[in-house]
């Protein structure tokens, strides 16, 4: 088509351009995503505002594991050098008592007390043939298994109730003396588990935990096949790969306790 400079030919220009600047009437219902999309954005968006301040100036994905176990590390130095400070006063302490004991009466009479508890209490190191149980976590991971037949994470750890059941049965084999990763166990001594490591008299120790026991093995051993709490962890170890593992020991020791021996609380049985 041909335009002249006429009028008429001006108007039809500037009435075509309108027509094609209007707005135009939907002939058909418009698309989901056509409101789905500005959505997404304004959800997207908030999203990332809300990050960025929270971040404020760090990063949200670093990895924190090695400022945990820098704090872990230091937490078990201080502990360390309090263990040895009330070792030394404990020694003071025993000296001091031990002079007081030279000169007869009471105070003799009650470290004598005092020292025939010692032995069955922990306070004195044990040696002879016993037992030796480790448990260990699975190697393998969850997504290792078939889908339909996955286990959860928790089911590829040892948990505190796996030791206690290995812990109790021991005791009930007839167990004279007993250590849980070369910490003596006594009557106040308390197993928790925190994730996948052990916690034993402020201590923390990662698995396999070794559990010693001085008595007779084989009686020993019976008591923890007879146990229901290690059968199932037995059941464990042939499903996930758990590990389990029974060692006799001709002659071991078993160190005396020598943490604090503080009570909190104690109440009269019977």
């Known amino acids: 088509m041909e335009y002249t400079t006429g009028t008429p ?9 309108w027509r094609g600047l209007r707005p135009r009437k939907p002939t058909k219902r418009p698309h989901g995503w056509t409101v789905g999309v500005p959505l997404i954005a304004l959800a997207a968006g908030l999203l990332f505002t809300t990050s960025a301040t929270t971040a404020d100036g760090t990063a949200l994905r670093d990895d924190r594991r090695p400022q945990l176990a820098q704090l872990i590390a230091d937490k078990r130095a201080r502990l360390d050098a309090r263990e040895r400070t009330a070792a030394k006063l404990r020694t003071a302490v025993d000296q001091d008592t031990a002079r007081l004991a030279e000169a007869g009466g009471p105070a003799e009479r009650a470290r ?3 020292d025939a508890l010692r032995s069955p209490a922990g306070f004195t190191a044990l040696q002879g043939p016993g037992l030796t149980v480790s448990l260990d976590d699975s190697s393998r991971r969850s997504n290792d298994f078939v889908a339909a037949n996955a286990p959860d994470n928790d089911d590829l750890v040892v948990h505190q109730g796996d030791v206690q059941a290995v812990v ?4 009930a084999g007839g167990a004279e003396a007993m250590s849980i990763m070369d910490v003596r166990v006594i009557s106040t ?4 588990c925190v994730g996948n490591t052990l916690l034993l008299h402020g201590q923390v120790f990662s698995p396999p935990f070794r559990i010693t ?3 007779e093995p084989t009686t020993m051993h019976h008591a923890l096949e007879s146990a229901e709490g290690v059968r199932q962890f037995k059941d464990a170890v042939a499903d ?9 020991e001709r002659n071991v020791t078993v160190r005396a306790y ?4 503080d009570l909190r609380s104690a109440r009269v049985s019977g």
């Open 9 to 17: 030919s001006w108007r039809l220009v500037l009435r075509r351009a």
């Open 112 to 114: 004598e007390r005092a």
């Open 168 to 171: 109790n049965a021991l005791w």
């Open 189 to 192: 001594s308390a197993v928790r």
């Open 213 to 215: 026991a001085i008595g």
């Open 240 to 248: 996930f790969g758990l590990g389990y593992q029974e060692t006799v």
């Open 258 to 261: 020598d943490g604090s021996s």
